[in-house]
């Protein structure tokens, strides 16, 4: 199956910026379904932001204009590069894959998503 291994996250101040990174197996990458996930304590997991096979993205209102998704398909990486974070930012933030081309209104949903990576913790202090 895919495996997908977060890393990046940390401690940094409101207002600061963190680059988070996933790197996937499978030789396929490239049309994968791509996303970003987060959890806070005591709140349902959310969508942040995903990416397409065919590059369109969705983003979380929460995050439009602060975050963006990207991808490397030579090296089956994506990035989450956060820019002007929030301590209501502060979360585990997980990768997650689609790989059989989804075609639902709400593709970048996690119930899309096929695999998932472990996670990896973003606090931010105010």
Sequence with gaps: ???LVESGGGLVQAGGSLR???AASGRTFSSYTMGWFRQAPGKERESVTAIRWDGGTYYAD???GRFTI???NAK???YLQMNSLKPEDTAVY???ADVNYSASSR???AGSMNYWGK???VTVSS
Aim: charged fraction near 10%.
């Design 1 to 3: 199956q895919v495996q």
């Design 20 to 22: 988070l990174s996933c």
């Design 62 to 64: 929460s995050v439009k």
């Design 70 to 72: 990207s991808r490397d």
């Design 76 to 78: 089956n990486w994506i």
């Design 94 to 96: 997980y990768c997650a």
């Design 107 to 109: 593709w970048y949903s």
């Design 119 to 121: 996670g990896t913790l």
